[in-house]
């Protein structure tokens, strides 16, 4: 496939990092390709056209042109800023993991994906304004990990099939999925998962946003969910992630 | 093919930012032919630049090896009761450029970014939080970058400051003198509007 000389994209910007004298690569995310890198040419001098337009966080969109190596922004113009996640710094913390996730488990294969494209614009507006994110963060995990294919299973063991019963079970991320007291029980490399925080986890995986939000988990399932996500992305990536430690630390 | 020392050197300058292998050959042949004084004074100047220099054990701010403060922590004609606080010590240069600062500085090495896993506590962030319980500053002039990552520093930093009873100011956002309002984009135009000042 050759690439028109020009187009036009539109984008989240994951990251940026200083190029050159005073250009910027970028991280995006289109709609139309999937995540992709561009440069931004002297973006970093004062009077740059296109600075403002191309923080991360800010979903843009873009004119693209055909480059020797990456694509070249001619122009830039803002759809959303979302102001509030450059102003409160928990708010920074929680979309800098929303966005080092996607950066995480993507790879620039110039594919389209608009439920993800569209569930990242609708994650990064809900921590805008929702006075607590964390149902906002932990409803995209559970929707991010299902459309990249990491769907856990959590409605019959994943290990005999059998349909998961009212009781704490365990939760294997080599099998992907939950595994009954009577597969999981002793098994090296498996987490106990209580039957609320399950209840969660499977109530997020099947509902919308709106659906999600009735549900009102107690602060120590919430810290268990949180936990159990967290601990199945990091095996899934193989590696630790930056922000959720930062998180951490502008807590105290 | 190039002799040894040629091909190290080329290696050597290719390792810079914005040097390529091109440019790198260029430079290594222009020394060969040059004067030996070109290549001796900057065979010097390399050698010196890492064992002469050092970090002000007050500001962070590079200085001369051997000495504990650098030159504008030391001087009396400085107001210590202000104190501008910068990501590296360029900036600092950008600001004495103007010549209209008479305050001191805090040089923080470095600015917070989530993503990349810097987190407050690799920057000097404690030595300046030590600083002013020290006493004697009132202002502190947060001049971090206006990008995500400088925001997120100077976010940090506000109400840690705050708690120490000094008055916390952050350098003004909006329209570059020659700029073009139709090019703005809406968060700095939006900090342009509410910071706008009276004319006097």
Same mark, same amino acid.
């Given at each position: 496939?050759?690439?028109?000389?020009?187009?036009?994209?539109?984008?989240?910007?994951?990251?940026?990092?200083?190029?050159?004298? #005073?250009?910027?690569? =970028?991280?995006?995310? *289109?709609?139309? !390709?999937?995540?992709?890198?561009?440069?931004?040419?002297? /973006?970093? %001098?004062?009077?740059?056209?296109?600075?403002?337009?191309?923080?991360?966080?800010?979903?843009?969109?873009?004119?693209?042109?055909?480059?020797?190596?990456?694509?070249?922004?001619?122009?830039?113009?803002?759809?959303?800023?979302?102001?509030?996640?450059?102003?409160?710094?928990?708010?920074?913390?929680?979309?800098?993991?929303?966005?080092?996730?996607?950066?995480?488990?993507?790879?620039?294969?110039?594919?389209?994906?608009? #439920?993800?494209?569209? =569930?990242?614009?609708? *994650?990064?507006? !809900?921590?805008?304004?929702?006075?607590?994110?964390?149902? /906002?963060? %932990?409803?995209?995990?559970?929707?991010?990990?299902?459309?990249?294919?990491?769907?856990?299973?959590?409605?019959?063991?994943?290990?005999?099939?059998?349909?998961?019963?009212?009781?704490?079970?365990?939760?294997?991320?080599?099998?992907?999925?939950?595994?009954?007291?009577?597969?999981?029980?002793?098994?090296?490399?498996?987490?106990?998962?209580?039957?609320?925080?399950?209840?969660?986890?499977?109530?997020?995986?099947?509902?919308?946003?709106?659906?999600?939000?009735?549900?009102?988990?107690?602060?120590?399932?919430?810290?268990?969910?949180?936990?159990?996500?967290? %601990?199945?992305?990091?095996?899934?990536?193989?590696?630790?992630?930056?922000?959720?430690?930062?998180?951490?630390?502008?807590?105290? | 093919?190039?002799?040894?020392?040629?091909?190290?050197?080329?290696?050597?300058?290719?390792?810079?930012?914005?040097?390529?292998?091109?440019?790198?050959?260029?430079?290594?042949?222009?020394?060969?032919?040059?004067?030996?004084?070109?290549?001796?004074?900057?065979?010097?100047?390399?050698?010196?630049?890492?064992?002469?220099?050092?970090?002000?054990?007050?500001?962070?701010?590079?200085?001369?090896?051997?000495?504990?403060?650098?030159?504008?922590?030391?001087?009396?004609?400085?107001?210590?009761?202000?104190?501008?606080?910068?990501?590296?010590?360029?900036?600092?240069?950008?600001?004495?450029?103007?010549?209209?600062?008479?305050?001191?500085?805090?040089?923080?090495?470095?600015?917070?970014?989530?993503?990349?896993?810097?987190?407050?506590?690799?920057?000097?962030?404690?030595?300046?939080?030590?600083?002013?319980?020290?006493?004697?500053?009132?202002?502190?002039?947060?001049?971090?970058?206006?990008?995500?990552?400088?925001?997120?520093?100077?976010?940090?930093?506000?109400?840690?400051?705050?708690?120490?009873?000094?008055?916390?100011?952050?350098?003004?956002?909006?329209?570059?003198?020659?700029?073009?309002?139709?090019?703005?984009?809406?968060?700095?135009?939006?900090?342009?509007?509410?910071?706008?000042?009276?004319?006097?």
């Amino acid at each position: 496939m050759t690439e028109p000389r020009s187009y036009r994209v539109e984008a989240v910007v994951l990251r940026h990092n200083d190029w050159g004298e #005073a250009d910027r690569i =970028l991280a995006l995310y *289109t709609r139309e !390709r999937g995540k992709l890198r561009v440069v931004a040419k002297g /973006a970093r %001098r004062i009077k740059s056209r296109k600075a403002g337009h191309i923080e991360p966080f800010t979903r843009v969109t873009l004119q693209l042109a055909r480059g020797r190596d990456l694509p070249i922004v001619t122009q830039a113009e803002t759809v959303d800023a979302y102001l509030p996640l450059r102003d409160e710094l928990a708010k920074t913390g929680q979309a800098a993991y929303v966005v080092e996730l996607l950066d995480r488990f993507t790879y620039e294969d110039a594919s389209e994906n608009h #439920a993800i494209f569209r =569930l990242l614009t609708e *994650t990064l507006g !809900r921590i805008t304004f929702e006075p607590d994110p964390w149902l /906002a963060v %932990r409803f995209y995990e559970v929707h991010l990990l299902g459309l990249l294919g990491f769907r856990p299973r959590l409605f019959e063991c994943a290990n005999c099939g059998e349909a998961v019963q009212a009781v704490a079970q365990f939760f294997s991320a080599l099998a992907g999925g939950v595994l009954c007291p009577k597969c999981g029980a002793g098994l090296p490399g498996v987490w106990p998962v209580s039957m609320e925080a399950l209840k969660f986890f499977r109530h997020f995986q099947r509902s919308d946003y709106a659906g999600a939000q009735r549900a009102r988990p107690a602060p120590e399932v919430r810290e268990e969910l949180e936990g159990l996500v967290q %601990r199945y992305v990091t095996y899934l990536l193989e590696r630790e992630l930056n922000s959720p430690d930062f998180i951490k630390q502008i807590k105290r | 093919m190039l002799p040894e020392p040629i091909q190290n050197l080329i290696f050597a300058l290719e390792r810079l930012p914005g040097i390529g292998p091109k440019t790198a050959s260029r430079l290594a042949f222009y020394l060969l032919r040059a004067p030996e004084e070109i290549s001796g004074s900057l065979a010097e100047a390399l050698t010196d630049l890492k064992t002469k220099i050092a970090f002000c054990q007050e500001c962070f701010n590079i200085t001369v090896a051997g000495r504990e403060r650098c030159e504008i922590c030391e001087s009396g004609q400085r107001d210590g009761s202000v104190i501008c606080v910068v990501e590296e010590p360029l900036d600092i240069l950008s600001i004495e450029r103007i010549g209209a600062y008479q305050g001191k500085y805090h040089v923080l090495q470095g600015v917070i970014n989530p993503i990349e896993g810097i987190g407050p506590d690799d920057l000097k962030i404690r030595p300046l939080l030590e600083r002013i319980r020290r006493g004697g500053v009132l202002e502190v002039i947060l001049a971090t970058d206006p990008t995500m990552e400088g925001d997120a520093t100077a976010q940090y930093l506000h109400p840690r400051l705050k708690a120490l009873g000094v008055h916390v100011t952050r350098l003004a956002r909006g329209l570059p003198v020659g700029g073009d309002l139709e090019y703005a984009d809406q968060n700095t135009l939006l900090r342009a509007l509410s910071g706008r000042q009276e004319m006097g």
